[in-house]
Nanobody, 123 residues
Framework: QVQLVESGGGLVQAGGSLRLDCAASGFTFSSYTMGWFRQATGKEREFVAAVSWNNVDTKYADSVKGQFTIFRDNAANMVFLQMNSLKLEDTAVYYC????????????????WGQGTQVTVSS
């Protein structure tokens, strides 16, 4: 069955870095755009970043441009989110997701979702 399993979340001080990993199985990973979304407490889930099937094209939310980097390893069926210079407002549950559309930012285009990993940024 399809699985997306996120890892790498945790507690980090403001200004620090984390890398989130997402391991995929049960579908043709290399055919899918992969994305990261996040949901802070009391807020709606929002788009963070997406990477094309061939790791050539990326798209970022304005709030994380220059701060986060998304990349993938198709041989390992993994997608990553490198998060630098973390801010308090980056605190959220982060989800990885898969879409058969090109660099989608809309959640409705994403077919498969992970369970999420908590990222907490402290002052």
């Amino acid at each position: 069955q399809v699985q997306l399993v996120e890892s790498g979340g945790g507690l980090v001080q403001a200004g620090g870095s984390l890398r989130l990993d997402c391991a995929a199985s049960g579908f043709t990973f290399s055919s899918y755009t992969m994305g990261w979304f996040r949901q802070a407490t009391g807020k709606e889930r929002e788009f963070v970043a997406a990477v094309s099937w061939n790791n050539v094209d990326t798209k970022y939310a304005d709030s994380v441009k220059g701060q986060f980097t998304i990349f993938r390893d198709n041989a390992a069926n993994m997608v990553f989110l490198q998060m630098n210079s973390l801010k308090l407002e980056d605190t959220a549950v982060y989800y990885c997701a898969a879409a058969l559309w090109e660099l989608e930012t809309s959640q409705t285009r994403y077919e498969y979702w992970g369970q999420g990993t908590q990222v907490t940024v402290s002052s």
